[in-house]
Structure formats: structure tokens, C-alpha cells
């Protein structure tokens, strides 16, 4: 399933990323997207490792186009960062997941972390520190429920934007975590420019380690790092019983991957929490 899945993948970002007409009217088709509600939001839970309890979710955004089907995100949202309609798929994100979790009671006790993946163009207008206010605002109580998904190149696209919106955010309780962590060029130094409070390891690294000694140590010494840092580590993509049982020696704290549970709509989430709390 997960060569199929890539495989797709790579057909869509070929046709789309060679093909400019095609790529013209997916941009013209996004836009209408929106209004046309098109776009939808999904859940991944994520666990702490040590007793399976449900430490969070990631909210991830899906398009189903009326005539294409499913396009998996890691296609338009680089069209949308560089098209400038980023800002209104985020909105939308936000509004979504904070009225559908709180519609369904499922935030702070079912679900005390709710992850928005944010991009680099979020942080640029100068009123970008108040647009996130305003759309917390909407929650029916504490804002450290929410963390912001930042990977090392939106951050460093954008250090002072990202900052502006991340110091009025912080004292607020919003935490920040560094996306695809190692994956970039100097995932150290955005560690120390930035308040981060959780590092997700990228799935690339986790694919291999129980095969890949280089990869396995590599998994352990971030973890350690980690630790050492006071961040909180996740290891996203675990597939495999031997990746959970490597990352759990290893002292990763938490998890999130197809072993546990695939992205999900609202409905699915539910009654996929009221399973577990009745296992
Ligand atoms: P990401 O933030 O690194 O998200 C993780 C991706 O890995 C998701 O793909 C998720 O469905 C997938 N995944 C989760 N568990 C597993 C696993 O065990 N194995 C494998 N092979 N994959 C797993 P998805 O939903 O297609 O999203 C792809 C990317 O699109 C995301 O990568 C993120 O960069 C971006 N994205 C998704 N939603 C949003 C959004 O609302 N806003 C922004 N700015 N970007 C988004
Ligand atoms: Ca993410
Ligand atoms: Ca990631
Ligand atoms: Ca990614």
C-alpha cells in the first residue's frame, strides 16, 4: 500500500510539477475550492509510547476534487505558499478543527494537543501575530491545546515573522514544534533561534531503523538530544511493531503512524477514542 501510495504521489507531483497548464487550472480549481467546500480536515492521533494514552492530534488538510479525486496536500500546498492562498487554507484549518473538536467535546480531556502544520507565508503580514489571536480566540478555554507545526526552512524563510507570531503566542500557552526535524540544513541553529518545545522526527528517518544501524543511531542520538533539551520528541511515520519497540528502547516518548492510527475524519476520531477509553 505504501509503494502504491508513493507511487501516486510521484505521478501527481510529475504531471503537476512538469505539467504548467495543469498546474494553471489546478490553481484556478483550488481557489474555487474553498467556496465550494472542497477542502476538509482530518486527524491523526498520536500516543505517548509507554502506556498508548492519546497525547495529541495533527490536523491535516484534504482537498477532494470534484472531477480528480483526493490531491494529497504535498501537492497544492506548495501552488497555494506560492500563489499567496495559503492564509486562507490555515484559516480555514484552524476554524475547522477548533469547531468540529468542540462541537464533538473531544479537546483538553480527550484530546489535550491539537497540531496546525503551518507554512512560511502564515508570518508574513505584519498583522500576522493578531490573525492567530483571532482565530484561538475561539476556543472555548486555554490555549496550550494548540502547538504550531513549523519545519526548519518555513522558519528560516520567515525567522521574524515566525517570531513576532510566536512570542505573542507563547505567553499564551501555544507551543511550537520543529516538523521534519533533521531533514534540513541546520535544524541546530532553528533550535536556538526559536522557543521550541517539540521536535517530530522525520518518517525518513524512522522507515529504516531496523535495518539501517547508521539510521537507528541516528534516531537515538536525536532522542537523546532531545532529552538533554527539555523538547519533547515524536517519531512520526512508526509503521512496524519493531520501530515502536526501537524507538521505546531508544526512550522516544511518543508516536504517530500507521501502526496506531491513520489520519481520520471527526467522526471516525470519535469513535475511535471512545474504543480505546472502553478497551
Ligand atoms: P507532514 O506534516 O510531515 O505530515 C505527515 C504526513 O505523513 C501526512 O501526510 C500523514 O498522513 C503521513 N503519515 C502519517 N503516518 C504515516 C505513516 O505511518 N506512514 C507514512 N508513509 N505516512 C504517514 P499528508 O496528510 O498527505 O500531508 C503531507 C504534507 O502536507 C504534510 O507533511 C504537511 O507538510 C502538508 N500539510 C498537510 N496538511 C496541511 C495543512 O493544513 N497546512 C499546511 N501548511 N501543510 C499541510
Ligand atoms: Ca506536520
Ligand atoms: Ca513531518
Ligand atoms: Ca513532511
Redesign the pocket.
Known sequence: A?AI??NR?RVYKSEYGENASKRTKLLFDLKSALTNKQLS??Y?PQFRLHDKAISGV?????WNHPEEGLI???VF?PL??QHGL?CE??DF?MQTAIRELTAADLLYRTVPRVS????AA?FNMANSPERFVKLLTALPGSWDVIEL?L?ET?ALLNLEGVRNVVNVLEERGVQVSL??FGTGYSSLSTLRSLPIHEV?I??SF??DITQNAQDARLVKTIIAMAQALNLRVVA????SQQQAAYLSRAGCAEV????YA??MPLTSLQSFVKNISSA
Do not use: C, H, M, W
Not at 512520526?236 to 509503521?239: L, N, P, R, S
Open positions: 505504501k501510495g508513493n504521489l480536515v482530518v491523526q495533527e490536523v491535516l488538510v484534504r494529497p496536500p504535498d500546498i497555494a505558499e495559503i487554507i490555515t484549518v496546525f502544520n503551518v507554512s502564515d507545526e519545519t518555513s516538523d521534519d517530530k522525520d518518517q524512522i522507515r512520526e511515520g512508526v509503521e504517530q503512524g500507521y501502526l491513520k489520519p
